[in-house]
Nanobody, 121 residues
Framework: QVQLVESGGGLVQPGGSLRLSCVAS????????MAWYRQAPGKERELVAT???????DVADSVKGRFTISRDNAQNTVYLQMNSLKPEDTAVYYC???????????????WGQGTQVTVSS
């Protein structure tokens, strides 16, 4: 069984910063791409940032220059550093990882339970 556990969400004022963490644990043979998504009330879930095992990263245009994704492959952990936060960044943030539980097998998609980020004065 695989679990993804996010942490680091909370309430922050506009212009502030938060750092989200997501740890994958359980029966894991290999982790491929890891990513952060977010879903605001009444909106569809959207991709925020991705990070490959080789360190190739990408972020959505809406957060470019403000958010940075990074990962620690040895710890099966992905981070999202969020700076200059805006009220429109308010959402539940979800971690996603492509995980192979045993070899030979295939990569399956796993989700965390989500962590709330609220940007408000």
């Amino acid at each position: 069984q695989v679990q993804l556990v996010e942490s680091g969400g909370g309430l922050v004022q506009p212009g502030g910063s938060l750092r989200l963490s997501c740890v994958a644990s359980g029966s894991i043979f290999s982790v491929n791409n890891m990513a952060w998504y977010r879903q605001a009330p009444g909106k569809e879930r959207e991709l925020v940032a991705t990070a490959s095992t080789r360190g190739i990263t990408d972020v959505a245009d809406s957060v470019k220059g403000r958010f940075t994704i990074s990962r620690d492959n040895a710890q099966n952990t992905v981070y999202l550093q969020m700076n200059s936060l805006k009220p429109e960044d308010t959402a539940v943030y979800y971690c996603n990882a492509q995980i192979m539980q045993y070899s030979p097998s295939y990569y399956d998609s796993y989700w965390g339970q989500g962590t709330q980020v609220t940007v408000s004065s």
